[in-house]
Structure formats: structure tokens, C-alpha cells
């Protein structure tokens, strides 16, 4: 059969993945005698420069030569996962089907394990991540608003944990093909789920444990695998991340190893389509991986409370940005806590950013947000874009600060007004209050040194990049507020630009510019 598809083949042949050794990683990225292959698409002959009837035959070709070894056909993807026949290997039966000229890729179908993680020394501090990230200040911008769902596929959640069962929504077992609300289990059956969740949004000022990155989000847990030791096909993560873009998911990240394979790429892709983005570790190897820079997945590497690349954080060409991955602080199995380490961490921290951002700019495509955040990241190790530390580690507050000024909102610009004191001197009690804003919104009162003149989409904080937070608060339930302060007695000769903004459920708005002289 192989040598009468060989003959036929070789005329239409279009590019494709080059020939190599799959070599299994124990613990990390097992062969589990299933195969993930992808047949060249017709358009793609096609645009090699083949008729379309070609283009036809040689598709099916392809789908014949593989459908007495199919177990599952992926139609979102044109992805066939197989059962590897007897006296075949994955490697001989990879290199048969690509030397056909018919497969864009043809590589194993992992069995993947979790990213290793590691209890660490308590003086790390409990979530040092959001500090270094400037978690506070973006959350000025919002903290979630209970629509947006982010989700995490891997071992489960504990669905009782007091920092995240309110935030819960239905999900999914990968590993079933069950959902949730048809009986399929999405407990933790290993605990690393629950760990990653946590760091996407564990409920904050709930007055308990720990806070995530967005934690006024809802959470899917999706299950991709049935065993307690964590190891998942690499076929069942992609499908749990399909799932629940299908569902509702938003953001979607993934913890385990499989990274350098085509799959991730064509389900980053598929996800991207909907409207989605995926998040996947890097791994802990400390290797360097080549030849997957995946164009649609977000790959995340792993930092510590110094900012720098952790040495055991995989590293290539294949790296887009780095987070806090040394020593996290976020929720575990059976309602505690723990202090964790690896690149399972640093990616469901880049997914709650990346969901606070598509939540605040609803209308930016997710190769918009992306940008965004690439374009606000810290750069580290090499000057510009390394295969280390991809574009760097996300700067919170700045990816807010863009998407906030991209959301434009549905709220009106220099609604509120403002009034107070507008000249005082060094040591003076100044006094200013505001109203139009809408009632018991959330409010925050600016200044700033320099008046750019820089204008947000919708909402003018006419006060520059350089504005700072002075005062947030909960507007009267008729949007009126007041602040009372003292100006620093060694300030003179200053102008200060002051203004008002305001945010509740309709949108975004501000108040007039102030102008505020310290003679």
C-alpha cells in the first residue's frame, strides 16, 4: 500500500514537516502508541499550484491510507489521531507517511505529564507575583465582572475550595468526552489542577487564602485525563482546549508538556478563529526546544522574584513571554494552599492577564490583545525579543492601562464634573468633589505632572502616561464624591493636572481636567 501511495503521491507534493526522530521524555512526554497526523489540505495543494481535482485526489489518498488506524477524526482541526499498527513504531510509521508527500505533519500522540512542581522555601512570600506584575494597580482598572470565563485544562479542580467554588462554571472531562452536566467528573484526581486554577482567579477580597490574577471571573476546569499520576493524552488536551472555546472560554491555558508538537499549533489556531486564546508551558527541562514557534499559542515560560529566567524554564524560538513561576503562592487540593514552582504556574498567570485585558477591550481581536501585551512586557536578559524571555515578563498594570484605553467603553468622556481648589500653597488643605458619575460606581482620583494631552478611546485622562492613582473609592449612591488633601509643604512653583474617572457595569467615564497651581 505505502509504495503504490509513494508513486502516486510524489507529483503533488506541496511543503511540509521536515523528517526526525521523536525521542520520548520519561515523566514528561511518553509515546502512548497513538499518533496525531494531519493531511495536507485540499486548498493548500491548491495553492501549491495543483488543479483542484489533484488537490481532491490527493486528499484522498491521504484519509485512505490512515482510516484503518483512525480512532478519532478532528474536523475543527482536519487532525486524524491513530492506533500505531502492529510491527510499526512511532517513528517508522511517521517517516512512512510523510515521505508519502500527503501529510503536513504526522508526529505521536503524547502521553504528557504534568510540568514537574516543587514545594518552596516560605521566605519567597506569598504571591510575590503580584507585586513584581503590579497586580494592585491594574486592578484599579477592574477585577472581573462575573461574565468572562478563563479556563485551565488539567487534572481537575477541588470543586468545594472556599477560594473557588463561587467562581465555578460547568465544564468538562476530556478524557470521557463528558461534560460536566452529563456526569463527567472534573474533580481533582491529582491536585495540579487545582493549583493552576488558582492562579488564574482564586476569589479575592473574600476575606480568605489567596487572590488570582482575574478574580472576579468564572472558572471552567476541564479534565483531560483519568489517572491520578496526571498523564494525559496530548489528543485529550487539545480537544479539553477545543471544548471549552466551544463553551465559552475566552482564555485557555495549558500545564503540561507537549508543546513541540504540530497539534498545539493547529489547536491554537482553531481556538484563535473563535475568538480565543491559548496559553501553554514552556516545560521545565531548562532544553532548548526548536522548530515550534507556534504563531497562534502564547508559550510561557517561567521567572523568579528577581526577575530573571529561571534555569530549569524551556527555552527557543518557540517562547512568547515569561511570568512568576519560582515559588507561587495559589490554592491546592482539599481547600489549602501551597507554595509551587514551574512553567504550570507561569502559564495560567499569563491567562488571567490576557482575560482581564479581552474583558476590558471586548472588541480587540485577540491578535490585537496579544500585541498589547507583548508590547507592555519587561524586557529581560537580551535586548529585545530572546529566545529566553520571548518578548519579556507582562507589566499588569501597563497591558490595563493599553486595554483600557483600546475598550473604549459605553461611557461618556468629561461626564463628571469636577471643581475645587485650583491655586494653593505649600502646607495648604485643599479641598475638591465631583458629580454626574454614575451612582456607587467605582471611582479613582488622578494627578499627574505633565499634560500630554494623550486621549483614551471614549473616556480623555487628559493627564498623560504618568498619571498616578492618588484616591480610589465607591462613588455615593447619587455619583457624587469629595477628597480632602494637604499639599506638601516643600512644593512650589508646580502645576498639577488632576481629573476624575469612573467605572461600572455600562462602561468607562472621567471629568473635566482640573488644573491645580502650587505657587
Given at each position: ?35 496525531c ?11 501549491a499550484?495543483?488543479?483542484?481535482s489533484?488537490?481532491?485526489s ?119 468526552n ?11 484526581i ?10 488564574v482567579?482564586?476569589?479575592?477580597n ?8 482575574a478574580w ?43 508543546v ?8 491554537g ?37 528577581n ?11 518557540l ?24 512553567t ?33 512586557c519587561?524586557?529581560?536578559g ?30 461618556n ?17 485643599c ?31 487628559d ?18 464624591g ?7 509643604s ?20 472621567d ?9
Open positions: 500500500m505505502f509504495a503504490t501511495l509513494l508513486l502516486l503521491a510524489s507529483p503533488l507534493q506541496v511543503a511540509a514537516q521536515p523528517l526526525h526522530q521523536f525521542v520520548e521524555v520519561s515523566g514528561e512526554m511518553e509515546f502512548s502508541g497513538r499518533l497526523v494531519r493531511p495536507i489540505q485540499p486548498e493548500d495543494f491548491v495553492a499550484g495543483k488543479s483542484p489533484e488537490a481532491s490527493a486528499s484522498e489518498e491521504a484519509i485512505a491510507l490512515v482510516m484503518p488506524w483512525t480512532r478519532e477524526i478532528v474536523p475543527e482541526t482536519g487532525e486524524y489521531i491513530l492506533d500505531l499498527p502492529e510491527k510499526e513504531t512511532e517513528n517508522t510509521l511517521c517517516a512512512k507517511l510523510m515521505e508519502t508527500g500527503l501529510f503536513q505533519y504526522a508526529e505521536p500522540d503524547w502521553y504528557c505529564f504534568p510540568v514537574e512542581t516543587t514545594p518552596n522555601d516560605p521566605q519567597f512570600g506569598q504571591q510575590w507575583q503580584h507585586s513584581k506584575m503590579k497586580s494592585e494597580k491594574a486592578w484599579d482598572f477592574g477585577t472581573g465582572d462575573g461574565t468572562f470565563i478563563a479556563c485551565t485544562v488539567d487534572t481537575g479542580v477541588d470543586l468545594n475550595h472556599p477560594d473557588l467554588q463561587a467562581n465555578l462554571v460547568s465544564g468538562y472531562n476530556s478524557a470521557s463528558q461534560s460536566q452536566a452529563n456526569g463527567g467528573d472534573v474533580s481533582d491529582n491536585g495540579h489542577g487545582t493549583m493552576t486554577l488558582g492562579c482567579g482564586a476569589i479575592g473574600n476575606g480568605v487564602g489567596v487572590v488570582g490574577m472576579d471571573i468564572k472558572l471552567m476546569p476541564v479534565r483531560a485525563t483519568n489517572s491520578s499520576g496526571g498523564g494525559a493524552y496530548l489528543s485529550d488536551l487539545t480537544g479539553g482546549a477545543r471544548w471549552a472555546s466551544d463553551n465559552g472560554a475566552r482564555s485557555v491555558s495549558v500545564s503540561y508538556g507537549g513541540d508538537s504540530n497539534s498545539v499549533g493547529t489547536t489556531t482553531h481556538l484563535r478563529g473563535e475568538g480565543s486564546l491559548l496559553c501553554w508551558s514552556s516545560g521545565n527541562g531548562g532544553n532548548r526546544i526548536n522548530g515550534y514557534d507556534h504563531t497562534n499559542v502564547i508559550v510561557v515560560g517561567a521567572t523568579n522574584q526577575d530573571s529566567v529561571v534555569s530549569w524554564s524551556t527555552y527557543g524560538d517562547i512568547d513571554v515569561v511570568a512568576p513561576g519560582d515559588g507561587v503562592r495559589t490554592t491546592a487540593d482539599g481547600g489549602g494552599y501551597a507554595n509551587v514552582s514551574g504550570s504556574f507561569s502559564a495560567p498567570i499569563v491567562n488571567g492577564v490576557l482575560a482581564m485585558m479581552m474583558l476590558t477591550a471586548p472588541n480587540q481581536s485577540p491578535d490585537q490583545i496579544e500585541q498589547m501585551m507583548f508590547d507592555n519587561v524586557d529581560l537580551s535586548s529585545g525579543e530572546d529566545d529566553y524571555a520571548g518578548h519579556g515578563r507582562p507589566n499588569f498594570f501597563k497591558c490595563m492601562v493599553d486595554a483600557d484605553a483600546a475598550g473604549g467603553g459605553s461611557g468622556s468629561d461626564s463628571i464634573a469636577l471643581t475645587g481648589t485650583t491655586n494653593a500653597q505649600g502646607g495648604q488643605n479641598h475638591w468633589s465631583w458629580a454626574g458619575a454614575p451612582g456607587n460606581s467605582f471611582y479613582g482620583f488622578l494627578y499627574s505632572l505633565s499634560n500630554t494631552g494623550m486621549t483614551y478611546n471614549g473616556h480623555s485622562f493627564v498623560g502616561n504618568n498619571y498616578t492613582l492618588y484616591r480610589t473609592g465607591l462613588n455615593s449612591a447619587a455619583g457624587s469629595s477628597l480632602t488633601a494637604t499639599i506638601p516643600h512644593l512650589s512653583n508646580l502645576t498639577v493636572y488632576l481629573e476624575v474617572g469612573a467605572q461600572d457595569s455600562a462602561g468607562l467615564y471629568s473635566n481636567l482640573l488644573t491645580l497651581n502650587i505657587n
